[in-house]
């Protein structure tokens, strides 16, 4: 199993980046796939999820307006879409992918990519 996250960079304070997160090694159209972010000294937190078709989806207050998550199913890949950042957006950003199965839970990461956010 694989998630590898890509995208990140150095931006400055209202500009965009687009995250991608590619997915092998599991069937990936089952599973709810997750961004969350860390930033130092900080918990890691939710920042979106996406339904295994991609029809429902729910954002964190924080990001709400600005950032937007989608999928592309035939593609094993998960994206985030943000826009308006703001320098409390720097984080090392992941990928996650959970499924549930009766009792059984699926839980995989990747490994992360750093977002600065600074003039």
């Known amino acids: 199993v694989q998630l590898v996250e890509s995208g990140g960079g150095l931006v400055q304070p209202g500009g965009s980046l687009r995250l991608s997160c590619a997915a092998s090694?599991?069937?990936?159209?089952?599973?709810?796939m997750s961004w969350y972010r860390q930033a130092p000294g900080k918990e890691r937190e939710l920042v979106a999820h996406?339904?295994?078709?991609?029809?429902?989806?729910n954002y964190a207050d924080f990001v709400k307006g600005r950032f937007t998550i989608s999928r592309r199913n035939a593609k094993n890949t998960v994206y985030l879409q943000m826009n308006s950042l703001k320098p409390e957006d720097t984080a090392v950003y992941y990928c996650?992918?959970?499924?549930?199965?009766?009792?059984?839970?699926?839980?995989?990461w990747g490994q992360g990519t750093q977002v600065t956010v600074s003039s």
């Open positions: 090694g599991f069937t990936f159209s089952t599973y709810v």
């Open positions: 996406i339904s295994s078709a991609g029809g429902i989806t």
């Open positions: 996650n992918a959970n499924r549930r199965v009766g009792a059984a839970k699926y839980d995989y």
